[in-house]
């Protein structure tokens, strides 16, 4: 189903809604989600924006929203702890650094296969949903481990 994008250019005098929505099309019309009306009193049909017509964002901003969000997530958690202690007591920090880059960036690589996999088969609500019921299912988990 595709939305017929054309735009009849009308003059502002005397048209009204009503005359605007005579030049569109009747297989269109309910497609059409709202008018935007100008200083001219001119509507407008306005399409609803999709995931399909959003301009797609630069790789440097994915990149840099992907690592700042990481990046902070990581800092303090359990992983960098065990980290620290591991370099600490075998004396060698680089092979310990080596050694949990390559785990971080396999489990970083499982997680975008993934990823990639369930946007082909899932809408992104749908996505976003089982992250959020997932998300509470592990606060839900640390509340019990820790009051209980």
């Known amino acids: 189903m595709s939305v017929n994008t054309e735009v009849t250019t009308l003059k502002p005098e005397g048209n009204s809604l009503t005359e605007v929505q005579e030049h569109i099309s009747s297989e269109n019309i309910n497609q059409v989600k709202a008018y935007e ?4 009193e001119v509507a407008v049909p306005v399409t609803p924006q999709t995931d399909s017509t959003r301009k797609p964002q630069s790789i440097w901003m994915v990149f840099a929203s992907t690592f700042i969000t990481i990046f902070l997530a990581e800092i303090g958690d359990k992983t960098q702890l065990s980290t620290l202690m591991m370099s600490a007591e075998s004396h060698s920090p680089w092979v310990v650094f080596f050694g949990s880059a390559a785990a971080l960036i396999s ?4 997680g975008v296969l993934l990823g990639s996999q369930m946007a082909k088969r899932l809408s992104p609500r749908t996505v976003e949903k089982a992250a959020g019921l997932m998300m509470l299912f592990v606060s839900a988990m640390l509340f019990w481990d820790v009051f209980h």
Not at 107 to 110: E, K, N, Q, V, Y
């Open 107 to 110: 489990t970083s690589l499982i």
């Open 37 to 40: 009306s100008t200083n001219d």
